[in-house]
């Protein structure tokens, strides 16, 4: 049986965990044959656009439903992608998920599961459980658990799957490519089984600083502009903010816990914990300020290539030297279907 969330992070309800040194020591039934599938058989006429990638300003972009995500997938964007996987479980304790099953889930679900690193993992470790991720990009390894398999399919499309058929439902990091989130948590909850389980994890989309080192910082700038450009796309910028209440609002989930954790942007912080984390920080931005700001900069917001690079050295810069200290929030809501 798994540990209630309750106790594996002792923070529950929306509670931040704190910037300090006081706890620094650390009857679905499916022939699943693994790799990639075809979203159950509705996305196979896409396969050419599906490898039909865009490439701009030296990097590689998805070409199926094209411009509906801003983060490259090509070979740099997938290493940093499984760093962020790694840091992740670094903030879980090395946990996959904050799930308390009372029993093994038979059927999960990841929703842009980029490079597959956690649809892997997670059946690796629920051998029972046929184990689906979908993505707009083809990246995800050919070689994977028997149980596991991959779609190439739009997460704001009509979904295919069969209602009430998911136990689990895993939703990490699409704040920038999801329009509708209501659409989008009803679409969960419609193909989650009665008493089924969904995690989302989403990041601010801003930093905050406790003495005011991050108000005039290249890094403050550089959030203005994403969420100028994520306006101009029509997508909520305050989604983590905001994430905890639509799960509540839509009325048909229980048991919604929230849990907000603050991880330092570089390795300014008090702390060995905090420190290593603010190190993974560092090599995550190494390519990730690139990733997450070229295409909307120069596409939305008119900046040219080398304006906006001269913006990501100058935040390197910034970590460095270690003034500015920073810290995003990185938030998790779990919930259950009634029911």
């Known amino acids: 049986m798994e540990e209630p969330v309750q106790q594996l992070f002792q923070s529950t309800g ?16 499916s022939d699943v044959d693994g790799g990639y599938g075809t979203g159950e058989e509705r996305t196979s006429s896409y396969q050419s656009e599906i490898f039909d990638f865009r490439y701009e300003n030296g990097r590689r972009y998805h070409g199926y ?7 490259p997938n090509d070979e740099i964007e997938q290493n940093r992608l499984d ?4 840091l992740y479980l670094l903030l879980l304790g090395g946990e996959l ?7 093994h889930p038979t ?12 649809a892997v993992e997670v059946a690796t470790k629920y051998e029972s459980a046929e184990v689906i991720g979908t993505d707009l990009s083809p990246i995800q390894p050919e070689w994977v658990p028997p149980n596991c398999r991959f779609d190439i399919d739009d997460a704001e499309a009509e979904w295919v799957y069969v209602e009430n058929s998911f136990d689990f439902i895993h939703s990490r990091h ?5 329009h509708d989130w209501d659409n989008y948590i009803d679409s969960i909850y419609t193909h989650l089984k009665p008493g089924g389980w969904v995690q989302f994890a989403e990041h601010d989309y801003k930093l905050y600083s406790d003495d005011g080192t991050y108000e005039e910082s290249a890094q403050s700038k550089f959030w203005e502009l994403f969420c100028a450009a994520l306006t101009k796309q029509g997508k909520d910028t305050e989604v983590a903010e905001r994430l905890e209440d639509m799960v509540k609002s839509h009325g048909g989930f229980v048991d919604v816990t929230a849990v907000n954790l603050k991880l330092p942007w570089g390795t300014w912080a008090k702390g060995k914990r905090l420190k290593e984390l603010g190190r993974w920080v560092n090599i995550i931005l190494e390519s990730g300020l690139e990733a997450y700001g070229m295409a909307l900069f120069t596409r939305e917001l008119g900046k040219s290539h080398d304006e906006s690079a001269a913006l990501f050295t100058e935040i390197k810069q910034e970590l460095k030297e270690r003034k500015v200290h920073s810290y995003q929030f990185q938030r998790f809501v779990i919930a259950r279907k009634k029911s």
């Open 14 to 29: 929306g509670i931040d965990a704190a910037l300090t040194d006081e706890d620094e020591d650390e009857e679905y039934v």
């Open 65 to 71: 439903r094209e411009g509906r995500y801003a983060l």
């Open 83 to 86: 760093i962020v996987h790694h």
């Open 97 to 103: 998920h904050m799930i308390p099953f009372q029993e």
């Open 107 to 118: 059927r999960i679900l990841d929703i842009g599961t980029g490079t597959g690193i956690w």
């Open 174 to 178: 699409l704040g920038v490519s999801i």
